[in-house]
Structure formats: structure tokens, C-alpha cells
């Protein structure tokens, strides 16, 4: 039983030569099909007799129907990539596509998180990334400080570092220029290197600075850019990352769409293929849609609330309408994370640059900023002056599913209770740490029960599953961020909206 269970899989592979045909068999341990075409390829580079083939055809053992029909462009096909940063989307983007088949080289200059990930301890919590982590062999995924390495032995690099915004709005590009002069400088010993952008950057930045940087650095402009930008949700990252709604793709060539299409062969979605400044403002677009329709049902939820109606029930019946669907019209706190509000203001700041007004953004920003302050009016005219009572705060987070507090409304819920003299109770099941270093002061609980206990009011502000029971709250004023109950129930409930 158990030998059947450990067969490798066999695959025939037939070249077409210009002189005839040449067969020989691959075998691949089990788990390690999706590694075919790496072997395959590192076979046809190094048997020199098959140096000049036709065609190569790849049968599964058994099967008289190819799997794969290869030309001899498969030869220089992008099938090791190296992710330079390895943060929520350089991580998800290696491990996802080593999942997919392909040879990784992670890099970053974070010694701590490349132990981490080479000990195969994923140092972010996103679902499911610690298991496939541990399913990846050494052979083809590994993570390095060391970028010559990772570029030297890479055929197409990605770069995944992160953009923070400036006090102002504006990009903090000072990331990725270092990246982009670090890989410039290893490509003073490579030509023909693909580089392409993941990170989130204002239209005209992979062309103008990146780009740039990189030629200046490497001291010649034999290389290839591109802009592939990521959709991915926090939360559903890997999900979302393996099977995308669409991969757009920035190129300034045929051939570049072509290999990037390659990279990603394995992932049956639709290939947007544009320039890189319109692939750039698809990803500003996207997240810029996604905040309007947000911040668009907070104020319609603040207006149904004053009214009396229920705003959900609203959006239920308009979300059917298939022109504006009833995803993103869940009314709440706002949004928060680190894409949606930072790519909101750089587009503002943008704006402002070109002499562009933007008004209609800057209103979603303005929207998103007060609507997690209403929490705390809430929790204050139920329980009067928040001056010396004690708070309980559910939910630090940025929204369930990740440990990610970066815009997280608590961070602004909280901020306003300690300036009204309020003592804080927080409770979030794996956000903690990462919050305890932006209040260091306030009191954390690990048992939601627990800080409830001891608080005069709770605000709930990221519902995750285990909050989502009434019981919790039996004798408390909650006030209600995010639909933690389904009903209103009863005299000590308010909702943020409804
Ligand atoms: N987080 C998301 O949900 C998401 C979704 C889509 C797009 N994006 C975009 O992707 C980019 C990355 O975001 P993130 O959330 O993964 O960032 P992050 O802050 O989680 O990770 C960035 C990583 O880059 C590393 N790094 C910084 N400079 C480096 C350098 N010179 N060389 C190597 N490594 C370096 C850091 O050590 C860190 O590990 C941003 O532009 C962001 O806007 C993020």
C-alpha cells in the first residue's frame, strides 16, 4: 500500500529534432509534479544533443494526450523568479508560485523574517500560508538576504517591497529606489535580467524612477520591466493571490507579456495586457472604487440611522441591482489596512501634484477618518463622560483574518478614548503584539470575556467569528462597529449605523 502511495510520476517526453525523434522518461517524486517543466528545462539546457529541438512533447505516463506542447522559446522560458521583499504580498507571491511550479528565491533585508521563512515559520498570519510554507521543497523555494544570489540564479525578479505613505499623502518611495539601485548594481554582471513591479506605485514610477534607477546603477539598459500589480485581500491573501480575478500585466513589449503569461501558466484567469502607467492606475483605480463604495455606505448608514431604516437592508435590496452589486456596501467603521487608505491619499496627493482636483476622493478620505470616531460619541452618550471608565476595544485588527493593524480603526478608536481619559481594554486573538507597539500603555487581554468583564461600554470594532456571539455581552453596553450581532438586541445595543 504504502509503495503505491510513494510511486514517483512518470512523464514521456518526445523531441522532435531537425534528424528525428528523441524519447527519454522524467520522473517526479510525489507532491513534486508541478515541477516538471523545471526539470524538463534544466534536462534540455544540459544535454547538448538536444540543443537545436523542434518541439518537445510531455505525456503523463499512461496517457496518449500531451499535457504540454513546448516550442524552443521554452528553452529561455522565466521558470526560477526571485520576490525581492517578503512582506504580505512578496511572501504570498513566492510561496504562492512555488505552489504553482516554479523555483523561488525570496529575498530581503530583514535578517530575522529570512530565518524565519528558512526555518519555515511564516512570520505574517495569513490563512493557510504556514501549512504550504512547510509543503515547499528546499529544492525550489528558499529565502535570502543576499540579492546577488537570488538575482544571478533567478530569470525574472520580482520587486514586492513596500510604499508607505508620507505624512503628506504622498508615496514614500525610498524603499523601492533602494531596491531599485541594489538590483541595478548586480545587473552591472547580467544582461536581458525581466524586473518586474508588484509593489503599488503612482502612475509613471516604474518607468521614470524605477526603471531609471536601475539603468543608472547597472550602467546599461539591457534589461526588461514590467508592472504586474497585486489585487490580493489581507486576510485571503493566498486564496485570492491563487486564483485572481484577473493578472494585469504593464508591458513595454510582446515578448515581455509573454514571458510574464509564462511565469504565471499555471493560473487559469484572464491576462490583462496594457502599458505600465495604465497598469498602475488600474491598481489606484481599483482600491480608489473600493474606498468610495465604502465610505459611500458609511454616509448613507449615518443618514438610515438618523431615519430609522436599515441600512443593510438597503443595500441588500440595491446591491441586487448587477450595476452596482452589494459587495463593499457593508456600512461600519470604515476601512483601514495598509492599501485602501494609503493608495487613497497618494492619489489625492497626486492630484494635487498635476493640478488635478480630487474632490470626490478627498470626501471618501474625510468620510473614513470621522466614521470611527462616532464609535466613541456612541459609547459616551450611553455611558456619559468617558473621562476614568474603562473601555473594552474588540477587535484591533484591521479587519478579521490577519494580524495586520496598520490604518486599523482601532488605532483611531483608541487614540480618541485615551485622549478623552478613557482606560483601554483590548482584545484582539492574534493582532496583539503588533498593536502593543503603537500603545504600549494600554491594558491587553488574551480572553475577550475577560476585558468585558472589567469595562463600563465595549466597542466593537473588527468582528471576528468568536465576537460574534451574544452571550459575551449579556449585561454590557456594546456599541456595535461592524455587525458583531445580526439583530439589535435590546436596550444596552447600538449600532454604528443601524
Ligand atoms: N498588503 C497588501 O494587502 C497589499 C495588497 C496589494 C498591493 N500591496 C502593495 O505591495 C507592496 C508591499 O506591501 P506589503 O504589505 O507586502 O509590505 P510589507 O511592509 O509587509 O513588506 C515589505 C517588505 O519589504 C522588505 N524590504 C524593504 N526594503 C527592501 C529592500 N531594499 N530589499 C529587500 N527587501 C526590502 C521589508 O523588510 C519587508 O519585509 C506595497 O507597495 C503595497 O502597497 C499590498
Redesign the pocket.
Known amino acids: 500500500m504504502s509503495s503505491q502511495v510513494n510511486k514517483s510520476v512518470v512523464f514521456n517526453i518526445d523531441v522532435s529534432m531537425q534528424d528525428g525523434k528523441r524519447q527519454f522518461k522524467i520522473a517526479c517524486k510525489p507532491g513534486e509534479e508541478r515541477y516538471l517543466l523545471i526539470k524538463l528545462q534544466d534536462k534540455l539546457k544540459q544535454d547538448k544533443s538536444l540543443l537545436n529541438y523542434k518541439s518537445v512533447r510531455v505525456y503523463k505516463q499512461g496517457s496518449n494526450k500531451p499535457c504540454y506542447t513546448l516550442s524552443p522559446k521554452f528553452l529561455t522560458a522565466p521558470l526560477t523568479i526571485s520576490v525581492?521583499?517578503?512582506?504580505?504580498?512578496?511572501?504570498i507571491t513566492g510561496v504562492g508560485l512555488c505552489h504553482r511550479g516554479r523555483r523561488v528565491i525570496c529575498?530581503?533585508?530583514?535578517k530575522e523574517?529570512v530565518a524565519r521563512i528558512n526555518r519555515r515559520e511564516a512570520p505574517?498570519y495569513e490563512e493557510g500560508l504556514q501549512e504550504m510554507l512547510i509543503s515547499l521543497p528546499e529544492e525550489y523555494f528558499s529565502c535570502t538576504t543576499d540579492?546577488k544570489h537570488a538575482i544571478m540564479n533567478s530569470d525574472a525578479t520580482f520587486i514586492?517591497?513596500?510604499?508607505?505613505p508620507k505624512e503628506s499623502g504622498e508615496q514614500d518611495l525610498s524603499?523601492?529606489k533602494?531596491?531599485a539601485r541594489?538590483i541595478g548594481n548586480v545587473l552591472k554582471h547580467k544582461k536581458g535580467h525581466l524586473v518586474v513591479v508588484?509593489?503599488?506605485?503612482v502612475p509613471g514610477t516604474t518607468q521614470k524612477v524605477i526603471k531609471k534607477l536601475i539603468a543608472e546603477s547597472a550602467g546599461h539598459s539591457d534589461f526588461r520591466i514590467a508592472m504586474v500589480?497585486?489585487?490580493?485581500?489581507?486576510g485571503l491573501?493566498l486564496q485570492d493571490f491563487l486564483n485572481p480575478f484577473r493578472i494585469v500585466v504593464g508591458v513595454e513589449c510582446d515578448e515581455d507579456f509573454d514571458a510574464i503569461k509564462f511565469i504565471y501558466k499555471e493560473f487559469k484567469t484572464i491576462f490583462f495586457k496594457t502599458t505600465i502607467p495604465t497598469a498602475e492606475m488600474i491598481?489606484y483605480t481599483s482600491n480608489a472604487i473600493l474606498a468610495t463604495k465604502i465610505s459611500f455606505a458609511n454616509e448613507i448608514g449615518n443618514l438610515c440611522k438618523g431615519l430609522g431604516v436599515d441600512v443593510y437592508e438597503v443595500m441588500d435590496a440595491v446591491g441586487l441591482d448587477k450595476r452596482i452589486s452589494r459587495k463593499h456596501l457593508n456600512a461600519g467603521r470604515g476601512f483601514g489596512?495598509?492599501?485602501l487608505p494609503?493608495?487613497v491619499k497618494a492619489l489625492i496627493h497626486l492630484g494635487k501634484r498635476i493640478k488635478v482636483p480630487t474632490p470626490l476622493l478627498s470626501a471618501v478620505w474625510e468620510v473614513n477618518e470621522t466614521q470611527p470616531l462616532r464609535l466613541v460619541e456612541l459609547a459616551e452618550k450611553r455611558v456619559g463622560l468617558l473621562k476614568g471608565k474603562s473601555v473594552a476595544v474588540l477587535g484591533l485588527a484591521f479587519k478579521p483574518g490577519t494580524d495586520?493593524i496598520?490604518e486599523s480603526p482601532a488605532i483611531i478608536v483608541i487614540r480618541e478614548l485615551l485622549r478623552r481619559g478613557a482606560e483601554v481594554l483590548a482584545y484582539d486573538p492574534i493582532a496583539i503584539d503588533n498593536m502593543a507597539r503603537v500603545f504600549p500603555k494600554i491594558k491587553y487581554f488574551k480572553d475577550p470575556k475577560e476585558a468585558i468583564a472589567q469595562a463600563d461600554v465595549v466597542i466593537g470594532v473588527t468582528e471576528w467569528p468568536e465576537l460574534k456571539n451574544e452571550e459575551l455581552y449579556k449585561d454590557k453596553v456594546l456599541i456595535d462597529g461592524m455587525k458583531f450581532l445580526e439583530k439589535k438586541t435590546g436596550k444596552n445595543y447600538e449600532g454604528i449605523c443601524w
Open positions: 525581492i521583499g517578503t512582506g504580505y504580498v512578496g511572501l529575498m530581503d533585508i530583514d523574517k505574517i540579492l514586492a517591497v513596500g510604499t508607505p524603499y523601492i533602494q531596491a541594489d508588484k509593489s503599488t506605485v500589480p497585486e489585487f490580493l485581500r489581507e491573501a491598481k489596512g495598509s492599501c494609503k493608495d495586520d496598520r
